[in-house]
């Protein structure tokens, strides 16, 4: 069964950072495209990043600069370095796994930027 774990949200200032995981189980680790997903309340669901496995990434215009996101394919793993956090960054925070044509969600994780 293939499962998705994120980790590493929290209440933060300000200015300040956080890196999320995203371990994936249950699967053969290839050819996929990881991507973090947000959503704050009351707004849609929106692509924060992604990144596929040849390591081509992109961002949404919002967190450009700010945020990076890396693959570790060893350990199945996504990240998400999370810097000069804003309070509109305040959100769910959700991975996303694509391959071949299927995709899988994590159970999302908090991310709470106080001002």
């Known amino acids: 069964q293939v499962q998705l774990v994120e980790s590493g949200g929290g209440l933060v200032q300000a200015g300040g950072s956080l890196t999320l995981s995203c371990a994936a189980s249950g699967i053969i680790f290839s050819r996929v495209a990881m991507d973090w997903y947000r959503q704050a309340p009351g707004k849609q669901r929106e692509l924060v990043a992604g990144i596929s496995s040849g390591s081509i990434t992109n961002y949404a215009d919002s967190v450009k600069g700010r945020f990076t996101i890396s693959l570790d394919n060893v350990k199945k793993t996504v990240y998400l370095q999370m810097n000069s956090l804003k309070p509109e960054d305040t959100a769910v925070y959700y991975c996303?796994?694509?391959?071949?044509?299927?995709?899988?969600w994590g159970q999302g994780t908090q991310v709470t930027v106080s001002s």
């Open positions: 996303k796994m694509s391959r071949l044509y299927v995709e899988y």
